[in-house]
C-alpha cells in the first residue's frame, strides 16, 4: 500500500491554508460541485439486500438528477434515470419501494419494464409514428461491489473495484456481500457546506480533545493514513486495553468470537473515497455514510449500517453497544461542525493552519483544487463568472501541463 507522506501532501505550502473560506458559502460553487465532481463520481446506493426481490427499487438523486436502481427480472441490478420519455416526471415517486413488474409513471401510466425498455403506451395511437426501441428509461453506470450498489450519472474512469484496489484485500475479509442492513439509517440535514462537515470527520487529530470516548477506546493507536488514489484510511486497535469507560469495556466484554483473522478482531477501521463516502468496518458490524451537497448552504450526511445475520445475544448486545459509543462520537462531531463554521464565517477568519496529522482534511482540499482550480482564488470570482474562471483555469492547466 503506498502511502502519501506529509511531505507530500503539504508539498504546495497553500496547502497548509486549507481552502479559502468563500468556498464553503458559495453557490455558484456548489453547482460546480455538484456538476463536475458528485455527477462524475460513483455514489453509494444501497446493499443489493435492500432489494432483495424483483421489481424492489431505491432511488437516489443528486442536484437535478435523479436515479433508481431496480432488480430486474434476470436478478440483475440496474440503474436508470428516474425520468419519464414522455413529459419527464418520475416514474416512481416514493426513495424506495416494489414496482410489480414494470415502473408504471404515475402521470399518464407509459409503462418500462424492469430492464428499461418501454412496455406501453396508454392510447399509443393518440401519437405521431414513435420508435418504442429509442423511448425506453435513460441507462446510469451501475456497478456492485461486494454487495454495494454504486451509481455513476456521468463522467467516466475508474470502476468502483479499481478505485478500491488496495483496499481490496482488507475489505474482502468482511463478506461484506452476505450482509444486511440492521435497520439503523440516518439522514442529518446540515445548513452548511458539504465541506465544512466532511472535514470535522476527515482527520484523527481532534480525537483525543474532541472525542474522549474513543480516545479511551483506541488511545494513541489511532492512524490516518492516505492514498495517492482518492481512498484514505484511518484505523485503531482496541486489543488489550484498560478502559476507564463503562461502555467500551463492556462492548470488547461483550464480542464474541468472530470470522476475522486475528489481526482484524479488534480493530475500527475507516476507509474513504472520494468524494464523500466513508465505509467503516468494525468487528460486530459495518456503516456507511456519505456527505453529500443539497444545494448552497445545504448537505446531508446519509448513513447506515450493515452486519452479518448473527443472532448471539451477545453479538446483539456488541452491536448495540458499538451504536451507542458510535451515537456519542456523532453528537460531538455536531457541536464541533456549527463551531467551525461559524468562524469561518467570520471576520476575523483568515485561514486554516493544518498540521501533519491533518493529512486527510488537506489531500481531500488538494483534490478538490485540482479537479476545481478556482477554488485556489483567494477570492470569490465575481458574481455570475465563476464557472467560466474555472474553465479558463483549467484549460490553462492543461496547456502548461502540455508544456
Ligand atoms: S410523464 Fe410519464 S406518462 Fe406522461
Ligand atoms: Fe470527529
Not at 116 to 138: A, V
Not at 159 to 179: K, N, P
Not at 238 to 258: G, T, V
Not at 291 to 304: A, D, N
Request: proline share 4%; charged share 25%; glycine share 8%.
Amino acid at each position: 500500500m503506498k502511502l502519501l507522506t506529509a511531505q507530500e501532501v503539504f508539498e504546495n505550502p497553500v496547502s497548509r491554508q486549507g481552502l479559502p473560506a468563500w468556498t464553503y458559502n458559495n453557490a455558484e460553487l456548489t453547482q460546480l460541485e455538484i456538476d463536475q465532481v458528485f455527477l462524475r463520481h460513483w455514489l453509494f446506493v444501497c446493499h443489493v439486500s435492500e432489494i432483495p426481490k424483483r421489481g424492489d427499487y431505491q432511488c437516489l438523486s443528486m442536484g437535478n438528477e435523479r436515479a433508481v436502481v431496480v432488480r430486474d427480472e434476470e436478478d440483475q441490478i440496474r440503474a436508470f434515470r428516474n425520468m419519464c420519455r414522455h413529459r419527464a416526471s418520475r416514474v416512481v415517486a416514493d426513495e424506495k419501494g416494489h414496482c410489480g413488474k414494470s415502473f408504471i409513471c404515475p402521470f399518464h401510466g407509459w409503462s418500462y419494464n424492469l430492464d428499461g425498455s418501454l412496455k406501453n403506451i396508454p392510447r399509443s395511437d393518440s401519437f405521431p409514428q414513435i420508435d418504442r426501441q429509442e423511448l425506453g428509461l435513460k441507462t446510469l453506470d451501475c456497478e456492485v461491489w461486494h454487495g454495494l450498489i454504486f451509481i455513476r450519472f456521468g463522467g467516466s474512469g475508474l470502476s468502483v473495484a479499481e478505485q478500491f484496489t488496495e483496499a481490496e484485500e482488507e475489505i474482502g475479509l468482511y463478506r461484506i456481500d452476505e450482509m444486511q442492513s440492521l435497520g439503523r439509517t440516518y439522514d442529518i440535514d446540515f445548513n452548511l457546506d458539504w465541506k465544512a462537515v466532511l472535514d470535522v470527520d476527515n482527520e484523527g487529530y481532534h480525537v483525543p480533545i474532541g472525542h474522549p470516548g474513543l480516545l479511551d477506546l483506541m488511545g494513541r493507536s489511532y492512524v490516518d493514513q492516505i492514498l495517492n488514489c482518492g481512498l484514505s484510511r484511518s484505523c485503531g486497535s482496541f486489543k488489550d486495553r484498560k478502559f476507564r469507560n463503562d461502555l467500551n469495556r463492556e462492548y470488547a466484554e461483550a464480542l464474541p468470537d468472530s470470522y476475522l483473522p486475528v489481526s482484524h478482531q479488534h480493530l475500527w477501521i475507516y476507509w474513504g473515497m472520494f468524494p464523500g463516502l466513508v465505509l467503516t468496518l468494525f468487528p460486530d458490524q459495518i456503516e456507511i455514510y456519505q456527505f453529500l451537497p443539497r444545494g448552497s448552504q445545504k448537505s446531508v450526511m446519509r448513513g447506515i449500517s450493515y452486519a452479518l445475520p448473527d443472532d448471539r445475544p451477545e453479538m446483539q448486545k456488541a452491536r448495540k453497544l458499538n451504536q451507542k459509543i458510535n451515537t456519542a462520537v456523532g453528537g460531538e462531531d455536531m457541536d464541533l461542525i456549527e463551531w467551525v463554521a461559524e468562524g469561518m464565517r467570520s471576520s476575523a477568519f483568515d485561514g486554516l493552519m493544518l498540521s501533519d496529522l491533518e493529512i486527510g482534511v488537506a489531500s481531500f482540499h488538494n483534490q478538490m483544487r485540482e479537479l476545481l482550480p478556482v477554488m485556489t482564488l483567494e477570492q470569490a470570482p465575481v458574481a455570475g463568472t465563476l464557472q467560466q474562471v474555472n474553465e479558463n483555469m483549467q484549460s490553462q492547466a492543461k496547456v502548461a501541463l502540455v508544456q
